[in-house]
């Protein structure tokens, strides 16, 4: 049964750390690209990190940039996002994500497997 399953997210003060975890179980996380998006309230969904397989290249958008940090440990079959320096509009809920294309996920929307979501919560 493929399955992505989220981890991690919380209530943290502005300026805290998260780290964020996508256990994968179904299939080889060797052959996807990976990637993670957020959704806040009456926001659309936003691509915040991705990383290509083919040569491990990482997109990252201009408000997460020198905070996140997207990593993959193939032997364990997961994926992580660091994050740093949070602040209040990084509220949402934060998905995983895999694709077995090269296509630009991040900035396509698109992906064939996605996980049900982490809530990460910024508050003082």
């Known amino acids: 049964q493929l399955q992505l399953v989220e981890s991690g997210g919380g209530l943290v003060q502005p300026g805290g750390s998260l780290r964020l975890s996508c256990a994968v179980s179904g299939f080889t996380l060797d052959y996807y690209a990976i990637g993670w998006f957020r959704q806040a309230p009456g926001k659309e969904r936003e691509g915040v990190s991705c990383?290509?397989?083919?040569?491990?290249?990482?997109y990252y958008a201009d408000s997460v940039k020198g905070r996140f940090t997207i990593s993959r440990d193939n032997a364990k079959n997961t994926v992580n996002l660091e994050i740093n320096s949070l602040k209040p509009e990084d509220t949402a809920v934060y998905y995983c994500a895999l694709d077995p294309t090269e296509q630009p996920m991040c900035i396509t929307q698109l992906s064939r497997y996605w996980g049900q979501g982490t809530q990460v919560t910024v508050s003082s």
């Open positions: 990383m290509a397989t083919s040569d491990g290249s990482t």
